[in-house]
């Protein structure tokens, strides 16, 4: 799990660029840091960003609910953060994560479960939660 | 590289959501289909979504010079998209793609070239152009 002070993270934000979205937001890919796999996407802010360096776990924000989130906060399914990337742009984060049980919310390990294929929606891995489970 | 339909196209617009991002825009991920390398994250409305899929080249929005654009068009340094994937609430794609040349347009193979470690930016991997080859 990283690690760092807080002048450290303050040196981080300071060179983020929070402007290009409505709301301050980056996007944040979530990786999983051992087979490679794309988990997810979310919007962080800066306080979101913060929270996540601060704390190791991967936190958010939720554009439909107007709050900072930890990821797993209610479901157990948390992301520990183990490396974090920047961008050419600082303007987009790729957190490399251990993930505990599922990143997607319907239970799926990652949320990208669905392959485009020949017209079709295919899915491309297993459900491993009952979506009940996982939400938040 | 994938080929679809104009319909088979419009299917998957269809059920899209490109209502969230201010100017109809969705974030798209790059991924190396073979290395599993996250290269780059950029925006695209509907009209760079169905471009890359009737192309099967990746195709986005440029939010700074506001336009449709073909990455590589200049540099050639295009993105064949080999597998398209969508996420659980349909607001963000991933392609598994074959980079030719670099995808970050300062000539690194990935935009994600930079660990933040010990409160360092620090290079995790070799610029492969000059910047200006690479630009487009």
Same mark, same amino acid.
């Given at each position: 799990?990283?690690?760092?002070?807080?002048?450290?993270?303050?040196?981080?934000?300071?060179?983020?660029?929070?402007?290009?979205?409505?709301? $301050?937001? +980056?996007p /944040? @890919?979530?990786?999983?840091? *051992?087979?490679?796999e794309?988990?997810? &996407?979310? #919007?962080?802010? %800066?306080?979101?960003?913060?929270?996540?360096?601060?704390?190791?776990?991967?936190?958010?924000?939720?554009?439909?609910?107007?709050?900072?989130?930890?990821?797993?906060?209610?479901? $157990?399914? +948390?992301? /520990? @953060?183990?490396?974090?990337? *920047?961008?050419?742009?600082?303007?987009c &984060?790729? #957190?490399?994560? %251990?993930?505990?049980?599922?990143?997607?919310?319907?239970?799926?390990?990652?949320?990208?479960?669905?392959?485009?294929?020949?017209?079709?929606?295919?899915?491309?891995?297993?459900?491993?939660?009952?979506?009940?489970?996982?939400?938040?």
């Amino acid at each position: 799990m990283i690690k760092y002070t807080d002048q450290q993270i303050e040196t981080l934000i300071e060179k983020l660029d929070f402007s290009k979205l409505e709301g $301050g937001l +980056i996007p /944040i @890919i979530a990786q999983d840091n *051992i087979s490679g796999e794309v988990l997810m &996407l979310a #919007f962080a802010n %800066k306080e979101a960003v913060k929270k996540s360096l601060q704390t190791g776990y991967a936190h958010y924000y939720s554009r439909s609910r107007n709050t900072l989130w930890k990821k797993g906060e209610t479901s $157990g399914h +948390i992301q /520990i @953060i183990e490396k974090v990337l *920047i961008d050419c742009d600082m303007d987009c &984060l790729l #957190f490399k994560i %251990k993930q505990e049980g599922a990143a997607c919310h319907e239970g799926y390990y990652s949320c990208f479960y669905r392959e485009f294929k020949e017209g079709e929606l295919v899915e491309i891995s297993t459900q491993l939660f009952d979506p009940k489970k996982v939400y938040g």
